[in-house]
């Protein structure tokens, strides 16, 4: 009686196992930040802009983008002055700076939306899109900053945000062709090019 008892205990043991298994097995996989990334290209992105409203990153394909986080109240915030600068010499030609307010480093964009856009038209005469303040790094990363600093997804420019105003450049395919740090300003030899660049034509000034 005890051999059959503990017989039927030993199977009933062998038997979940084996379905805890096969359950596991089927499970679904739930995407990580960077797979879901993945899954996308840069034009599948929706983001808000600073007034709320929806904007597709599709609206912006066959244009040169440089993708920019920015900050009202750090030591390179007189880069909008810059930024701004290209924006002005490079619109007519199929150019747009995107940027994306992020309280990530010390503090620096405590404001809110409305705060930044007051601020930015006011103090720089900011005309080029802005959008709603997000989060470039950590684990509340935005999904379009895990897709620019992923490996999986930009592999020839990944890496984390450093700093405020960090700056991607996509070329009219949606394809990064070119990052640069906080300290290279917008005015740079090497972003000039590699704009010029990336718009593809000569046409002068």
Known sequence: MHGRTFFHILMGI???SFL???SSAQAPEVPSATQEAA???LYEFQMNDIDGKPVKLETY???VLLLVNVA?????TPQYEGLQALYNRFKDRGFEVLGFPANNFMGQEPGTNEEIKQFCSLKYHVTFPMFEKISVKGEDQHPLYTYLTSEATNPGFAGEISWNFNKFLADRT???VARF???TKPEDPEVIEAIEKALGDKQSE
Not at 72 to 76: L, M, P, V, Y
């Open 14 to 16: 062998l038997s979940g």
């Open 20 to 22: 805890s298994a096969c």
């Open 39 to 41: 899954m996308k290209n």
């Open 61 to 63: 394909r066959g244009k």
């Open 72 to 76: 009202s109240k750090c030591g390179c």
């Open 174 to 176: 949606g394809k990064i």
């Open 181 to 183: 740090g906080s300290r």
